[in-house]
């Protein structure tokens, strides 16, 4: 489905309703764009010099100009409120029970995605910058009790295919972007910012991080792996210390 626009795979479950908008607006602007290039050819000889050697300047009194541009400007306050600002409510006010989401921290640094599970416990560790060393990019305090189970990664989100995952988004220095494209997700993240952000993964596979923001001289390398298994694969991939 909608194959012409060529969008990634749909490896999230709401990835169709964000298709389908953009599937839209790209018809409503190649209606306005051939629209307005045959009223452009039309206007280039109805008012050549040759016919009208004084130009009019009273502008169109036609109902059709009037008519044209009120429905115009209706499709568009339809694709706002009905598909645009909906589809954005979701994201940002309906957020999955904690209980039955993944949790998990994404920080965002020059030129990585450090990535943060609670473990087993379900509790993040406390973490602190005093702490941030080569060994440790999340200042993740290991004598903190809750610390002792949690699991980081840098570059690799292993995620349960169908079950809500609910990141929270933060960075240690710049802004970046995360950007998940086959699952239509992409969050800017900010320092002193800690955003939340929620999908379902539908599909298993193997996808990528994009930083969407121009962060500094490594942008181009600041990428990461996205792994969507299945929730025994993944609670197997949690388990292994080696963690392929
Ligand atoms: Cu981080 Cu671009």
Redesign the pocket.
């Given at each position: 489905m909608l194959k012409y626009l060529a969008l990634p795979v749909q490896a999230s479950t709401h990835a169709g309703e964000i298709d389908q908008m953009i599937s839209l607006v790209h018809w409503l602007m190649l209606v306005l764009f051939v629209g307005w290039g045959l009223f452009f050819l039309f206007a280039l000889f109805r008012f050549r010099a040759g016919a009208h050697p004084r130009a009019s300047y009273a502008g169109a009194k036609g109902k059709f100009a009037k008519s044209t541009e009120i429905a115009v400007a209706i499709v568009e306050i339809v694709l706002l409120v009905g598909y645009a600002i909906p589809a954005w409510a979701t994201r940002v006010k309906q957020f999955p029970p904690e209980s039955q989401a993944l949790l998990v921290h994404v920080v965002?640094e020059?030129?990585q995605w450090n990535v943060h599970y609670p473990g087993p416990d379900g509790r993040f560790g406390r973490t602190d910058p005093k702490l941030v060393a080569a060994d440790n990019p999340l200042g993740l305090d290991k004598s903190d009790p809750a610390a002792k189970d949690d699991i980081t990664t840098i570059n690799v989100l292993a995620l349960p295919e169908g079950r809500p995952v609910l990141v929270r988004l933060s960075t240690k220095d710049v802004i970046?972007?995360f950007g998940l494209y086959e699952m239509r997700v992409k969050q800017d993240a900010i320092p002193g910012m800690d955003i939340p952000v929620w999908f379902i993964p539908n599909r298993v596979g193997e996808y990528e991080i994009a930083?969407?923001?121009?962060?500094?001289l490594g942008?181009y390398r600041?990428r990461g792996y996205v792994r969507v298994k299945s929730e025994a694969d993944f609670q197997k991939w949690l388990a292994d210390p080696d963690r392929q």
């Amino acid at each position: 489905m909608l194959k012409y626009l060529a969008l990634p795979v749909q490896a999230s479950t709401h990835a169709g309703e964000i298709d389908q908008m953009i599937s839209l607006v790209h018809w409503l602007m190649l209606v306005l764009f051939v629209g307005w290039g045959l009223f452009f050819l039309f206007a280039l000889f109805r008012f050549r010099a040759g016919a009208h050697p004084r130009a009019s300047y009273a502008g169109a009194k036609g109902k059709f100009a009037k008519s044209t541009e009120i429905a115009v400007a209706i499709v568009e306050i339809v694709l706002l409120v009905g598909y645009a600002i909906p589809a954005w409510a979701t994201r940002v006010k309906q957020f999955p029970p904690e209980s039955q989401a993944l949790l998990v921290h994404v920080v965002g640094e020059q030129f990585q995605w450090n990535v943060h599970y609670p473990g087993p416990d379900g509790r993040f560790g406390r973490t602190d910058p005093k702490l941030v060393a080569a060994d440790n990019p999340l200042g993740l305090d290991k004598s903190d009790p809750a610390a002792k189970d949690d699991i980081t990664t840098i570059n690799v989100l292993a995620l349960p295919e169908g079950r809500p995952v609910l990141v929270r988004l933060s960075t240690k220095d710049v802004i970046h972007s995360f950007g998940l494209y086959e699952m239509r997700v992409k969050q800017d993240a900010i320092p002193g910012m800690d955003i939340p952000v929620w999908f379902i993964p539908n599909r298993v596979g193997e996808y990528e991080i994009a930083c969407s923001q121009l962060c500094g001289l490594g942008h181009y390398r600041m990428r990461g792996y996205v792994r969507v298994k299945s929730e025994a694969d993944f609670q197997k991939w949690l388990a292994d210390p080696d963690r392929q």
